[in-house]
């Protein structure tokens, strides 16, 4: 598949999400940077406003499997990997697959779940692989997980480790609708029986996997490695932050400059393309100093400050 029919064939996906979703295209978009990069995506947002109904829609459209955990205080991990149940009928224990094996999981509330459960997580997303019992499985190809969680309502959750959080390439919210969003949410409802909208299959499992071989044919040049790594570098000797952006998180801000190309239909990254996905892929990675989170330092100011401080190199 060359870099054309990849951006057509990601813009096919967007509209067809966006027939069912009331959302703004760069929110898809994003989603789609965790789709090319081989990543994960975290949204963060109020209940109601379509994250689940996200998910799902950008499965079918995708032509994906799906499925669907819904986090709590007393799930185990086996209730997401798995596990061995003994068959009366062989008199042997089988493996019964957990919802950990689709092509795209929706971790629902997933600061809802304890840390062993959350932690069920880690090897899937990193190896894309689970071991029960001693035993190693692999996971179907692709391979993609949206979690959700909500800012509010934080009695009895349990915040997501900072080495869990880096392991998502991009975090983004849904937001409210505008006035005329929410008219047309209503306009859509009224004209079917259903409360959910259905959405039209664009691709399938063998595309999918075509697509995401995509990005690694765009060109990246010298400086804009530099320019990369001099964002990185420039968090981690902010006086707000504690703890910057790992080598992983800019390995990703290089996958996501190179996908967020290929949505635009280009071969090449230019400076703008990674000013564009940076808040999105960086700021969920930072740790904020105490005395910055007494001043109410938001992580997306400090990703841009940096942004400001740093030489764009010209192409």
């Not at 813009?11 to 009331?22: E, M, R, W």
């Not at 692989?129 to 009695?155: K, M, S, W």
């Not at 991009?170 to 969003?181: F, N």
């Amino acid at each position: 598949m060359d870099i054309e029919t990849a951006a057509a064939e990601c813009a096919s996906v967007t509209d067809s999400v966006l027939s069912g979703v009331i959302a703004d295209e760069t929110f898809v978009e994003r989603i789609l940077l965790g789709v090319l990069g081989r990543g994960h995506v975290l949204l963060e947002d109020v209940p109601g406003t379509g994250k689940t109904l996200t998910a799902r829609s950008v499965a079918t459209a995708l032509g994906l499997s799906f499925s669907r955990v819904q986090f709590t205080p007393d799930l185990l991990p086996s209730d997401v990997t798995g596990t061995h149940v003994f068959n009366e009928k062989d008199r042997e224990f089988e493996f019964q697959p957990g919802p950990i094996f689709a092509n795209v999981v929706l971790a629902d509330e997933i600061n809802r779940a304890p840390p062993k459960t959350q932690a069920a997580l880690l090897e899937a997303m990193e190896e894309h692989q689970v071991t029960v019992d001693g035993e190693t499985r692999p996971l179907p190809d692709p391979f993609f997980v949206i979690a959700t969680q909500n800012p509010v309502e934080q009695e009895g959750t349990f915040p997501l480790p900072e080495a869990q959080v880096d392991r998502f390439t991009v975090k983004t919210s849904i937001g409210y609708p505008d006035h005329g969003g929410e008219v047309e949410l209503l306009m859509r409802r009224s004209g079917r029986v259903t409360r959910s909208p259905d959405v039209e299959t664009v691709l399938d499992t063998e595309s999918v996997k075509e697509l995401r071989t995509v990005p690694e044919t765009v060109r990246v040049e010298d400086d804009l490695l530099d320019y990369m790594v001099d964002i990185a570098r420039g968090t981690r000797t902010d006086r707000r932050v504690e703890i910057g952006v790992s080598p992983r998180g800019t390995q990703r801000l290089f996958e996501s400059a190179r996908s967020q190309a290929v949505l635009d239909g280009r071969d090449f990254v230019t400076p703008d393309d990674i000013k564009h996905i940076a808040q999105p892929v960086l700021a969920h990675r930072l740790v904020l100093t105490p005395d910055a989170k007494v001043e109410n330092v938001n992580k997306h100011d400090v990703v841009a400050d940096v942004l400001d401080s740093v030489t764009v190199p010209t192409v």
